[in-house]
Each structure stands twice: as C-alpha cells, then as structure tokens.
C-alpha cells in the first residue's frame, strides 16, 4: 500500500512516500505564491523521482498551512498531528517535539503512543521563527545555510534584546557598525530565538527525549543553544524538515488499515 | 421575516436600529460595556440599555488617546464614538472593571460630548464582609443619579416591572442555551450569537417576546435536529466585544456546549429575588452570580466553576478564548489552565482580536485541539472495550 504525506508550508513545501509503513523516498521545493501548485509539484517531482506511476499512490494526506488548497488529498490533518507522527516514526521514544517552521514555531508533549497530550504554538509574530532568521540572513549578508556553523564560533554571542523581528533587524545593523564580528551576532541571535522558544517549552513542560523538527532544525547553532537553555540533549532527524510530510504519510498509512 | 432574521439585522446594522428606536419612541439610549452594569435601573428609567461592543471598524482616531496594550473592544467603542457613530446616545455607563475601561471613561468624559456619563464602581472584592453593603450604596446612588439626568423618577414599581422583564429573559436564554447545550444540532452557533448580541441591544420588552418564541421553536424541533459533531467543547476567558466564537469553533469541527463568558452564561445566569427590596435583590445576584477575572470571591472560584461545567454538560476540553491584550484574563490564564490539567482536562488557548484575526492560526490550532480529543477519545473506547 502506498501513501504519500504533503505538507505545505509557508516557504517550503515537503512530500514523502510510505509503502507498506516503509519511508520511500521525500522531496522539499520552494512553496512560492502558489499552494496548490506546491502541492500537485513537490508530489510529481518526488514520484519521477521513485519512477512511480501517479495512479500507484493510494492515499494522500495534507498538512500544513496550505492544506486546505490540496483539492486532490483524500484528507486533510492539521501539522500538530502531523508533527507527532513522523516524529512516532523516526523514533518512538520521543515524548516531545519542538518545531520552529517558516512562520510558526511549536512545542508538542506525545504520550508513549505517539497521541498529542498537548501543544503550545507561537503565530503571533516572525520573532523565534525561520523568517527571523531569514531577515537577519539579509542584513548580515551571509548564507542562511553557513549560519550554524558560523556561530559555533561565536566567543561572546551578542545580546540582541528586542522580541520583534523589525526591531531587532535594527538592533543587528547598530551592532553590524559597532563593528562586532558575524560570529558573535548569528549567536546572538539563537540566543534570542531559543530564549522564545523555551518560554514557550515551559508552558506546557516539555519532557525527554526532545525532537528538533522543520526548517530550523538544520541549523547546528540554533540547536546547540536550545538544548543549552532547556538542559537536555535534543535529537535531530537527517528528515526533520519533512517530518511533518512523514507524518501524514504515516498517519495515511493508518487509515487505509482501518 | 422569521424571529431570527430579526435579531440577525439587528446584529448586522446595531446603531441603525438605534437610532430609528429613539425616533420612533423618542426614548433616551444609554450605552454601558459589561454585565457588571445593573441594566434593570437603566431599563426601570424608561431608557434603552445599549451594549456597546464597537464595530471593528479601521482605527484612525482612537489611538491619539489610546496605547498599543489597548484591547479591541476599548479602541473599537472609542473609534465609534469620535467618528460620530454613537452619535444616539444620551449617556454612557462604565463599570470599574479593568484599567482599561477605567482610562476609556476618563478620554470619553474629556473628548466627547455624549451627555450623561456616569462610573459605577462595584466592590472589586465581593466575599467580604463589607462588600454588599458597599454594593447597595453604589447601586442606589447609580438610581438617584440616573433619575437626576432623566428627570424621571424611578419607583419601586417601575424597578419590579424591571426585575421580573429581566427574569422573563434570563430564563428564556437559559432555555435557549441548556436546548443548544444538549442538542447541539437544534441550533447553529452564529444563530446563538446572533440572539446574544440582540440581547443586549433590544427593547427588553419585545426581545422577551421573540425570546420567547424562539425558545418555543427549538423546543418542538429537538428531536428531530441534526445529530451533533462528535466532540464538545466548553469555551472559557472573554470576548467583550462578542465575536462569533460559536462559529469558529464549530466550523472547525466541534459543538460548543457549555460557556463561563459574560457575553454568555454570566450574562443570564442567576435570576432576581423579587419579594426583597428591588436594589438589593440586583446586589444579591451581582453577589452569588459567578465572577468575571476582574472581581474576587474566592481563590479557586472560577476553576472550580469551569470544572463543573465540563464535568456537567461531559465536554471533552475547554478552548479558552482571549481578547488581544485583555489582561484581567490573561492573568488568570495559567491557573485555570493548571486547575483543569489537574483534573485531566484537557484544554488550549487561542487570542483573537476581531473577527477577522479569527483566521488561519486559529483555526490550525482548533483543528489540532479537536484531533487530539478524537484520539483520546478513541484511545479510552478501546480501553473500556478491552476491559470488558
């Protein structure tokens, strides 16, 4: 039985193809202006890809914030389900899941069955989000890619107080022509990130082991300051940015075996 | 036109019923902005109590008043009243609940020429031992003062025909409310708000009618209403400016059945003790009625409320429903939610603004909350059944 799980995000948009409960293969593209075009994309393209027919996929899920658009899904589950399936896939043990996307960031508690306990989202601003990070990209004129890395080497991270993206854009250009190095303020600005994202860990109190999931996840710096704040070791899948579209496609899986 | 398409216009154009109301009785409108308003003087002074919720419209002219932390209902109310909009009113009635309702009726006393202006300042605490006394005072001076502006008299007779109008419609949307509880299906959401809103906008007289009605209407339709969606939800916090929460969370999937809002439960519950002193009667309810996060009567009071409302009406979870900014609710937020996680109740947050902030966001975080009591709910069927 074959499954696939979209997920269409605000910046990217993510498939991944089940059979038989086994992860085929994933694709991630740019989302663009256009959900539904993402959607029907990111599908084609990961099909040719695994040289599978279109006919061959039994079902599909949709998630994301442009679930909705996916005309062609046979359902559609919100990214908090999601999450915590995929995340029950790579790893069972995982009692939490903390997930910083492109516009929204989340932390989910899963009980030993993989169900949502609880979940906390912050969708109130850019700030703690991957479009932070994107915008501070811009300013410092440095690949968002080289970001993690580039903090590691941070000697004193940078204190970057303002909790507003616009705000702080501003703070880093003021430090920019103080002349602090790049090291220092990338670090500086995980810092500020992680220190949003634990308060919002603390509202529903996490617990171990911790899951890092989307975008974000592939930045070593923003990890290794999270798991500095909170105290505990976090684990990242070489899948975290599709880890919602694994979910769907596992949670598809489920459904056709009821 | 049906009762409900009544009540639907009147929540559609609330200023344009307004005002043909004044020209038509020529009767004197007061405005006012929470339940802790007692309405039964206004009413008993042959004037129309008029809940102002504000009209959502783009704010040009409040915020030179008014800070960023302001909620919508104070900006909304404002913004109507500088731009003439609440150009009908004879008068306008702030009760001491938040700061923010406090500094509106000081910008409003300063700003705008809108006639009689009047603070009712309610005890804030309402277990102690002085508190009802205090409470008489107030409401009787609010009596006297009411009959100064309107150079009318208003007699113990006139306030008991006041009294039992207002029992007459808290019962009626008690009714409503308990038949909307527990089928679900009888009646939808928006229809619910729709019949709130007109509540505290009509003539209380002819609503109680159509209220009436209504109620009737439901009654011979329960049993054969649509079977309800699967999961029930009782929403907690406020909204004061009275957005249509009923149809969010029902479009995202679930049937609101129970609620602790002062646009809603607080709002009818508890009726008027009529052989007692008519003023003291309206300080007795104000005393027994459960309280909104502005007043006290307790440390646990309001959790253990919402908790009997869960247990009571067997929802799966409580969505607490917070107006940007408000911060009486804000405060309270943590514990509640502490409280009913204690109990193994499940619960979310979400902060809206206006109907229009009412989007995506929260509609993801609605549809999560719901999948995540549909699995719970599986999970415990599966439990019991393997158990047997």
Not at chain 1, 125 to 144: N, S
Not at chain 2, 271 to 280: A, K, Q, R
Not at chain 2, 323 to 329: A, E, N, Y
Request: with cysteine.
């Amino acid at each position: 039985m074959n499954s696939a799980g979209i997920d269409i995000g605000s910046i990217s948009t993510k498939a991944a193809i089940m059979n038989d409960g086994v992860l085929m293969g994933t694709k991630v593209i740019f989302t663009g202006y256009n959900a539904e075009m993402a959607g029907k994309k990111v599908l084609d393209t990961v099909l040719a890809e695994l040289n599978l027919p279109p006919e061959s996929i039994d079902l599909v899920v949709a998630t994301g914030y442009g679930r909705k658009s996916m005309a062609s899904a046979d359902k559609i589950i919100t990214e908090i389900s999601c999450h915590a399936a995929g995340a029950r896939y790579l790893n069972p043990r995982v009692r939490s899941i903390i997930d910083i996307g492109g516009q929204d960031s989340k932390a989910i508690l899963i009980d030993e069955n993989g169900s949502v306990i609880d979940f906390v989202m912050n969708d109130k601003c850019a700030a703690g989000t991957g479009r932070f990070l994107e915008v501070m990209a811009g300013a410092l004129e440095v690949d968002l890619d080289k970001f993690g890395e580039i903090s590691l080497r941070a000697e004193s991270p940078s204190k970057i107080s303002s909790l507003c993206t616009v705000f702080a854009e501003s703070e880093v250009i003021s430090l920019i022509s103080k002349g602090e190095s790049r090291e220092n303020i990338i670090a500086g600005i995980h810092e500020s990130i992680c220190g949003r994202i634990s308060a919002m860990t603390h509202r529903i109190g996490i617990k171990p082991p911790v899951m890092m999931t989307g975008g974000v996840a592939k930045n070593i710096g923003v990890v290794r300051a999270l798991e500095r704040i909170i105290g505990t070791p976090i684990e990242v899948s070489m899948y975290a940015q599709e880890n919602g579209a694994i979910g769907a496609a596992f949670l598809a899986q489920n459904l056709a075996a009821v | 036109m049906t009762h409900m398409d009544i009540l639907e216009e009147l929540k559609r154009h609330p200023y344009e019923y307004a005002r043909k109301y004044k020209s038509e009785r020529g009767r004197p409108i007061v405005g006012y902005f929470c339940s802790y308003t007692p309405e039964e003087l206004i009413f008993a002074a042959d004037t129309l109590p008029f809940r102002l919720f504000g009209t959502g419209e783009h704010i040009r002219l409040a915020d030179t008043h008014l800070q960023a932390y302001c909620c919508s209902l104070v900006k909304g109310a404002l913004e109507d009243a500088m731009t003439g909009r609440l150009d009908f009113l004879d008068g306008v009635v702030f009760p001491h609940t938040c700061d923010t309702i406090q500094r509106l009726s000081d910008i409003w006393r300063l700003n705008l020429p809108l006639g009689f202006h009047m603070d009712v300042v309610l005890p804030v605490k309402l277990n102690a031992l002085s508190s009802r006394r205090y409470m008489i005072d107030v409401l009787m001076e609010f009596r006297r003062n009411l009959e100064n502006a309107f150079r009318k008299k208003i007699t113990d007779e006139a306030l008991l025909d006041s009294l039992n109008t207002y029992n007459r419609i808290r019962l009626l949307l008690q009714k409503i409310h308990d038949l909307k509880y527990e089928y679900p299906g009888v009646i939808a959401g928006e229809d619910l708000h729709s019949i709130m809103m007109a509540s505290m906008i009509m003539d209380r007289s002819e609503l109680a009618d159509v209220l009436e009605r209504i109620a009737g209407d439901l009654e011979s339709r329960k049993n054969t209403s649509p079977s309800p969606p699967g999961e029930r939800i009782v929403l907690s916090g406020g909204s004061c400016n009275l957005l249509d929460i009923y149809g969010i969370v029902e479009e995202a999937g679930a049937a609101v059945v129970g609620d602790d809002f002062c646009t809603g439960s607080r709002y009818y519950e508890g009726l008027l003790t009529i052989d007692m002193n008519p003023v003291e009667a309206i300080a007795e309810r104000y005393l027994t009625r459960n309280v909104c996060p502005a007043k006290h009567s307790g440390l646990s009071t309001r959790a253990d409320n919402i908790i009997s409302v869960v247990r009571e009406r067997k929802a799966g979870g409580v969505v607490f429903v917070l107006l940007k900014f408000c911060d009486p609710h804000a405060f309270d937020y943590p514990s509640l939610k502490g409280a009913l996680d204690q109990e193994g109740i499940p619960s979310t947050l979400i902060e809206i603004e206006d109907q229009s902030s009412a989007d995506g966001r929260v509609k993801t975080r609605l549809e999560a909350f719901i999948e995540m009591l549909k699995r719970k709910d599986r999970k415990e069927g599966e439990l019991s059944g393997a158990g047997k």
